[in-house]
C-alpha cells in the first residue's frame, strides 16, 4: 500500500504563488505516476495535474501556465508550484498515486482571497 501525506496549503492573495508537497510511502514510488487533483465545496474533485515515472507530465487546461508538477524520487515527495493564483484555485487538494489501485493523501486546503 502507498501512504501519501500533503503539505503546503494556506491562505495567499490573489496572485501570489504557493507550493505544494506530498511525502509518499513506499519504495514503488520510483515507478508509479503521481498527481495533483482539486475539490471545491459542492463541486467534483477535478483533475489538476500528473507526472510520470519518466517525468512526462499533464495539465488541466485551467492551470496550464501556472502550475508547475515535478518529483523528487529520492525523497519520495511530489511537488506542485502555484503561480499567479486565482480565486477559483480554492480548493481542497489531494495527491493521488496509481499502483493499479488509487490511493489518496488527506487533502490540504488551498484558499485564494483578498
Known amino acids: 500500500q502507498v501512504q501519501l501525506v500533503e503539505s503546503g496549503g494556506g491562505l495567499v492573495q490573489p496572485g501570489g504563488s504557493l507550493r505544494l508537497s506530498c511525502a509518499a510511502s513506499?519504495?514503488?514510488?520510483?515507478?508509479?505516476?503521481m498527481g495533483w487533483y482539486r475539490q471545491a465545496p459542492g463541486k467534483q474533485r477535478e483533475f489538476v495535474a500528473a507526472?510520470?515515472?519518466?517525468?512526462?507530465?499533464n495539465y488541466a487546461d485551467s492551470v496550464k501556465g501556472r502550475f508547475t508538477i515535478s518529483r523528487d524520487n529520492g525523497k519520495n515527495t511530489v511537488y506542485l508550484q502555484m503561480n499567479s493564483l486565482k480565486p477559483e484555485d480554492t480548493a481542497i487538494y489531494y495527491c493521488?498515486?496509481?499502483?493499479?489501485?488509487?490511493?489518496w493523501g488527506q487533502g490540504t486546503q488551498v484558499t485564494v482571497s483578498s
Open positions: 493521488n498515486a496509481n499502483t493499479g489501485s488509487n490511493y
Open positions: 513506499g519504495r514503488i514510488f520510483r515507478i508509479i505516476p
Open positions: 507526472i510520470t515515472s519518466d517525468r512526462s507530465t
